[in-house]
C-alpha cells in the first residue's frame, strides 16, 4: 500500500485544494492529510485566521473522497515526527515550494511538485472577504 502525505494550514477550502488532493491520490491508495493547529495558524497567518477551527477543518478535509486521513499538529517539530512515523511513500507539495526546504521532506521516498492554479489562494479570498 502506498502512502501519500500533504500538510497545510487548509483554512478556507477552494478549488486548488481539491485538486492538489485529487492529484496526490493518483500516486497513493492512501492520503494523509497533516494540518497545522489553530495557535499554529495563528503564529504562521496572524490573530485573524483560522477563520475555520482545527476540528472543523479536520472534518471538512475527511468528507473528501481523496482523504483517508487527517492529522493535527502544533510545532514543526510535532510535523517531522508526524511525517516520520508516517513514512509516506510520496509528499505532495505546492510548486511554490521549489528550490526551498520542505519541512520533512527527507522522511518521504519523493517529493512531488503540484503546480499552483492561478487565481486561487487562502490569502487572497480572507482578505477580499473584508477579513483581516
Request: overall charge negative; aromatic content about 8%.
Amino acid at each position: 500500500m502506498k502512502i501519500g502525505f500533504i500538510n497545510g494550514c487548509f483554512d478556507v477550502l477552494h478549488v486548488g485544494h481539491i485538486r492538489m488532493f485529487d492529484f496526490a491520490k493518483t500516486f497513493c491508495d492512501k492520503l494523509i492529510v497533516g494540518i497545522d493547529s489553530d495557535t499554529r495558524v495563528k503564529t504562521l497567518k496572524g490573530s485573524n485566521r483560522p477563520i475555520n477551527n482545527e476540528l472543523d477543518r479536520a472534518e471538512f478535509l475527511l468528507a473528501l473522497s481523496a482523504i483517508d486521513d487527517v492529522k493535527i499538529f502544533n510545532t514543526e517539530q510535532e510535523l517531522i515526527d508526524l511525517i516520520n512515523c508516517t513514512k509516506p511513500d510520496i509528499m505532495v507539495v505546492g510548486s511554490d515550494y521549489r528550490g526551498k526546504r520542505v519541512i520533512g521532506s527527507e522522511h518521504a521516498e519523493r517529493l512531488i511538485f503540484f503546480d499552483r492554479i492561478e487565481g486561487y489562494s487562502t490569502s487572497k479570498i480572507v482578505e477580499s472577504s473584508g477579513n483581516r
